[in-house]
């Protein structure tokens, strides 16, 4: 069972750049992979980026070449840096921690952008 916390997310402008973080505590041990997803009011949760306990990471083709995820072991830690942002780009991420024996969400930061 994991605790996961984001933050990083606000207004930015088109263009602009945002890093979310994501901290994890408690039994998150056997971490199989991280990744960060988004929800609009309304609708479905949509994957974004994941990476695995060895390090791949993947994207959704909408974000590929301005979205870069990474995570420090370490520290318990996973980032979203996310550059170029566009307007569609604006809704509330998730991040997500999946286990041997559980899968565990954070409540969310708003990311929104406009000019």
């Known amino acids: 069972q994991a605790q996961l916390v984001e933050s990083g997310g606000g207004l930015v402008q088109p263009g602009g750049s945002l890093r979310l973080s994501c901290a994890a505590s408690g039994g998150i041990d056997s971490i199989i992979a991280m990744g960060w997803y988004r929800q609009a009011p309304g609708k479905q949760r949509e994957w974004v980026a994941v990476i695995t306990g060895g390090g791949a990471a993947n994207y959704i083709d909408s974000v590929k070449g301005r979205f870069t995820i990474s995570r420090d072991n370490a520290k318990k830690m996973v980032y979203l840096q996310m550059n170029s942002l566009k307007p569609e780009d604006t809704t509330v991420y998730y991040c997500?921690?999946?286990?041997?024996?559980?899968?565990?969400w954070g409540q969310g930061t708003q990311v929104t952008v406009s000019s």
């Open positions: 997500n921690v999946a286990g041997a024996t559980y899968n565990s």
